[in-house]
Nanobody, 123 residues
Framework: QVQLLESGGGSVQAGGSLGLSCEIS???????MGWFRQAPGLEREGIAT???????SYTDSVQGRFAISKDNAKNILLLQMNSLKPEDSAIYYC??????????????????WGQGTQVTVSS
């Protein structure tokens, strides 16, 4: 059974930093993994993806501030968030594409999802 478990959320002041982790169990290979977020009243937004070869992509609103990475030895997905803004406040989710997925982008199909972790940025 595939399970994704996020941790590291919390509250921080604007301009601060937070690091999120996503532990993956029951699934050792995914061609694409990503981080998404959803704020109250808004649709879920894809913010970063990472391919199995390490190539990354970001949505414009977090480019240059967030960094996605993987620790393959520990099977953990990471998201380092710097220069946080109040508009970054949301529930953050990690996701993994199925082994059959042929593309890695924010609009790819992600088969497996974590339960989410809250990030709150105060002004």
């Amino acid at each position: 059974q595939v399970q994704l478990l996020e941790s590291g959320g919390g509250s921080v002041q604007a301009g601060g930093s937070l690091g999120l982790s996503c532990e993956i169990s029951g699934y050792t290979y995914s061609p694409c993994m990503g981080w998404f977020r959803q704020a109250p009243g808004l649709e879920r937004e894809g913010i970063a993806t990472i391919e199995n070869n390490g190539r990354t992509s970001y949505t414009d609103s977090v480019q240059g501030r967030f960094a996605i990475s993987k620790d393959n030895a520990k099977n953990i997905l990471l998201l380092q968030m710097n220069s946080l803004k109040p508009e970054d406040s949301a529930i953050y989710y990690c996701a993994a594409a199925g082994f059959w997925e042929r593309k890695c982008s924010l609009d790819a199909h992600f088969a497996y999802w974590g339960q989410g972790t809250q990030v709150t940025v105060s002004s």
